[in-house]
């Protein structure tokens, strides 16, 4: 599932697990020119890590703290921004609004961590500088006409992962409040650019 990483990370800095490496600050930092591919695949990683801590009930468990929702639609709603993503590059044209919305990755987190190994390896294969359409939606009118914006591989891998970024935020704050025991990386759900701030800070 590693895509474009050259090594599985527990071969990358054998000194960390892979759970450690999923979430660890080096390890987020250890690419210092890492490109679209690869930070989908370190994104997946940490997920896929977290899915498999997660029993079922807890994962389809509606929480006041999203208001009934719960952490597997939020993983659902993640893999479906991705799986509209790939669907897109093979017919050239994203919409994001067309999502599957499958209640099986939403209640079952092997189910979820399944497909998005599978997003990963498609990911892979893909050339980040191939041009692509998408369908912007900006109205909640059922016949309003939807404008076309062009844009590339690339920039929407970079749009998936910080749509990820933000709602692994709120997965982390559901399973703090639905099982607060359970260890969670500081680092997910926190964007890079904050990771590398908590960095600087740590090293002055």
Same mark, same amino acid.
């Given at each position: 599932m590693f895509g474009r990483l050259s090594k599985p990370p527990n071969q990358i800095h054998p000194r960390l697990t892979n759970d450690q490496q999923a979430g660890n600050l080096v390890y987020q930092l250890f690419f210092k020119n890492m490109n679209c591919k690869q930070g989908t695949d370190i994104i997946i990683l940490q997920m896929t890590d977290l899915l498999g801590k997660i029993d079922a009930g807890t994962y389809a468990q509606p929480l006041s703290i999203f208001n009934g929702s719960s952490i597997g639609q939020h993983f659902r709603h993640i893999i479906d921004f991705y799986t509209c993503l790939l669907k897109g590059v093979e017919e050239g044209r994203v919409d994001y609004a067309k999502r599957e919305r499958d209640v099986q990755v939403e209640t079952q987190p092997l189910q979820a961590a399944k497909v998005l190994s599978g997003c990963a390896a498609k990911v892979a294969g893909m050339n980040e500088q191939a041009s692509l359409e998408v369908i912007a939606d900006f109205s909640a009118e059922l016949n309003e006409d939807r404008p076309v914006v062009v844009s590339t591989v690339g920039r929407e891998?970079?749009?998936?992962?910080?749509? !990820?970024?933000?709602?692994? !935020?709120m997965i982390k704050m559901g399973l703090r409040a639905a099982c607060p025991e359970l260890e969670i990386n500081q680092a997910i759900g926190v964007a890079p650019s904050t990771l590398k701030h908590w960095g600087q800070h740590k090293s002055e």
């Open positions: 891998l970079m749009y998936a992962y910080d749509h !990820a970024v933000h709602h692994l !935020a």
